[in-house]
């Protein structure tokens, strides 16, 4: 049982390019959201989802795009990097938020 | 809206001693669940204990126990007989309802913990 797969682990991007970071879980949980941290700030929600087809913004949500096409998977795309997306991304997933989430290992992203 | 505070950056401890991390929260709902997080250097996140806000009765996960302030909007963590494994970062957590209609979690910044052999 992998529980939730992020990829990549490390990624460094420049100014101005776009990326997809991956997430995807196989316990069939309906919810699924992404979270960035920041030094001193904690984890702050960028987007989620309460299940296929269903997406909604986070406290963080400019710059990011989300999709959920299957229960599965919950790729977050960078539109147009900045330097203020370096950071660590986390994709969290649950059978509800009453239960406690699952997280990935991380992706670290720094944009130059 | 609601928020969730970790006064305390971090925290030391000795091992086998105990400490508590404290968390306060601000809400108007009757209802919500309360959560410890432990994030290791390996970076990944770990439930500790959860709490749920109707049950009066404070939660205990081995080492691990809750006091659970309701009114006080208290959700301090108490770590008994501290190990050196039990050096992370603690995040407290609120599960909100949001005005869509969902709900979401709220993390607290998190306060690092250093054992000390």
């Known amino acids: 049982n992998a529980g939730v797969t992020q990829t990549p682990k490390f990624q460094v991007l420049k100014t101005g390019q776009s990326m997809t970071l991956q997430c995807a879980q196989d316990?069939?949980?309906?919810?699924m959201s992404w979270y960035r941290q920041d030094p001193g700030m904690g984890l702050r929600l960028i987007h989620y989802?309460?299940?296929?087809?269903?997406?909604d913004q986070g406290e963080v949500p400019n710059g990011y795009n989300v999709s959920r096409s299957t229960t599965e998977d919950f790729p977050l795309r960078l539109l147009s990097a900045a330097p203020s997306q370096t950071s660590v991304y986390f994709c969290?997933?649950?059978?509800?938020?009453?239960?406690?989430?699952?997280f990935g290992d991380g992706t670290r992203l720094s944009i130059l | 809206a609601q928020t969730v505070t970790q006064s305390q950056p971090e925290m030391s401890v000795q091992e086998a001693e105990t400490v508590t991390l404290s968390c306060t929260y601000d809400t108007s709902e009757s209802d919500y669940y309360l959560f410890w997080y432990k994030q290791p250097p390996s970076r990944q996140m770990i439930l500790v204990i959860r709490q749920e806000a109707y049950k009066q009765q404070n939660a205990t996960e081995n080492r691990f126990s809750v006091n659970f302030q309701k009114a006080a909007k208290s959700f301090s963590l108490k770590i008994s007989d501290s190990q050196l494994g039990d050096a992370a970062m603690y995040f407290c957590a609120y599960r909100s309802f949001f005005t869509s209609g969902t709900y979401k979690y709220i993390f607290g910044t998190g306060t690092r913990l250093k054992v000390l052999a």
């Open positions: 969290a997933s649950g059978v509800d938020l009453n239960q406690p989430q699952h």
């Open positions: 989802s309460v299940g296929a087809g269903i997406t």
């Open positions: 316990m069939n949980h309906e919810y």
